[in-house]
């Protein structure tokens, strides 16, 4: 069975320090992983999609993605107290279902 | 920009009771997604939704389970029986294309009694 994991379960930055996020998975089968995040009580906003090696940049969002080993990451530049938010790393898994990690919970420190 | 919504965000039943969950997609999107997430668990993928069919499920969506979109209204999921397991957060989901990133709506809190 295809899992997702995720590390560290929470982190605390202070704002405008780089706060890197990461998440491995299981077999390196799939061709699309997504970053998404969820303020408490709110739905999942996607930040990033990537399908290849290297590097994707949305704003203030950057994902590595590495096939090889296994691991993508979350990279977010200066990030604000408003940022503070549970992030998910979620897994292409066939043609319809993401495989979503259990999530960092990002504080963000004023 | 453009949202799914989920009515109503809270619901509570009695166990063995019937329910449904509405959502409402993004109006020109054609894929259809419904996952669950227990309270301090993993989100779990449940359903996908296309052109009036399932075309995968997972094997948390129990024969209790159906889904629809009548003419093109309300995605919805109803649970016949309900069951005290069935508590969770339910989110909908929607995308334009295949493999295109959903986007999801702000979830059904589900309570069973």
């Known amino acids: 069975q295809q899992k997702v994991q995720q590390s560290p379960e929470s982190l605390t930055v202070s704002e405008g320090a780089m706060a890197s996020l990461n998440c491995t998975f299981s077999?390196?089968?799939?061709?699309?992983f997504r970053w998404y995040r969820q303020h408490s009580g709110k739905g999942l906003e996607v930040l990033v999609s990537?399908?290849?090696?290297g590097e994707k940049e949305e704003g203030r969002f950057t994902a590595h993605l590495n096939r090889a080993s296994l691991h993508v990451s979350l990279h977010i530049r200066e990030p604000q107290p408003s940022d503070s938010a549970v992030y998910l790393c979620?897994?292409?898994?066939?043609?319809?279902?993401?495989?979503f990690g259990s999530g960092t919970q990002l504080t963000v420190m004023p | 920009g453009p949202k799914v919504l989920q009515i109503p965000s809270h619901q509570i039943i009695d166990m063995g009771q019937m329910v449904t969950l509405n959502c409402d997609p993004v109006?020109?999107?054609?894929?259809f997604y419904w996952y669950k997430q227990i309270l301090g668990q993993q989100m779990e993928f449940l359903v996908n939704?296309?052109?009036?069919?399932?075309?995968?499920k997972s094997k948390l969506f129990k024969d209790q389970f159906s889904v629809e979109r009548p003419d093109g209204s309300y995605f919805t999921l109803k649970i016949q029986p309900t069951a005290l397991e069935d508590s969770a957060v339910y989110f909908c989901?929607?995308?334009?294309?295949?493999?295109?990133?959903?986007?999801f709506g702000e979830g059904t809190r589900l309570s069973v009694l």
């Open positions: 989901a929607s995308s334009l294309r295949q493999g295109q990133a959903p986007l």
């Open positions: 109006s020109n999107h054609l894929y």
């Open positions: 990537i399908f290849s090696d």
């Open positions: 939704f296309y052109n009036g069919k399932v075309m995968e």
């Open positions: 979620a897994m292409g898994s066939g043609s319809w279902q993401l495989i």
């Open positions: 077999d390196g089968t799939s061709d699309n």
